[in-house]
């Protein structure tokens, strides 16, 4: 969704529309990615240099309860957030090399029934991130474990 549309919906559901809140909203309908609060600050802060950043944190807690943006922490111990955008995604992250792999929702359909109707558990899998070893690096830790064997 493009940022206009965002700020005419946050208007007709009745939330004061401040140019901060615009541009947050420009930022992330423009950014590739997810982006940390502090670094939505800083591009804020380009344009607005006074910006309080609690007013970042509150747009984007006002985002995440709307349902505009996923927050996901990606590793770093920190959380970051990204537009809502189609088609859903998840990550996969490697431990080792720390590369990232965008994994289709449509994965986790199984997962979510079993939840559902064994559990009767709504599960929110809106935007999570899972973190393993990629098939390279997976690959390198089996060799070393073979290696480690044969020198026993």
């Not at 973190?131 to 290696?147: D, L």
Request: net charge positive; proline share 3%.
């Amino acid at each position: 969704m493009h940022h206009t549309e965002l700020v005419e919906s946050l208007r007709r559901q009745g939330y004061r529309l401040t140019p901060q809140r615009a541009a947050i909203l420009e930022i992330l309908s423009t950014s590739e990615g997810h982006l940390r609060a502090d670094e939505i600050i800083a591009r804020v802060r380009k344009r607005y240099p006074y910006l309080n950043k609690s007013a970042v944190y509150r747009t984007l807690d006002l985002l995440v309860r709307l349902g505009w943006v996923h927050p996901t922490d990606l590793g770093s111990g920190c959380m970051t957030y990204e537009l809502h955008r189609e088609p859903h995604h998840h990550h996969l992250i490697c431990h080792r090399c720390g590369a990232m792999m965008r994994i289709d929702a449509t994965v986790f359909a199984s997962v979510e029934k079993i939840l559902r109707e064994e559990y009767d558990f709504a599960p929110a899998l809106d935007h999570f991130a899972i973190f393993g070893f990629c098939r390279r690096c997976a690959q390198g830790i089996r060799n070393v474990k073979t290696k480690e064997r044969k020198n026993r």
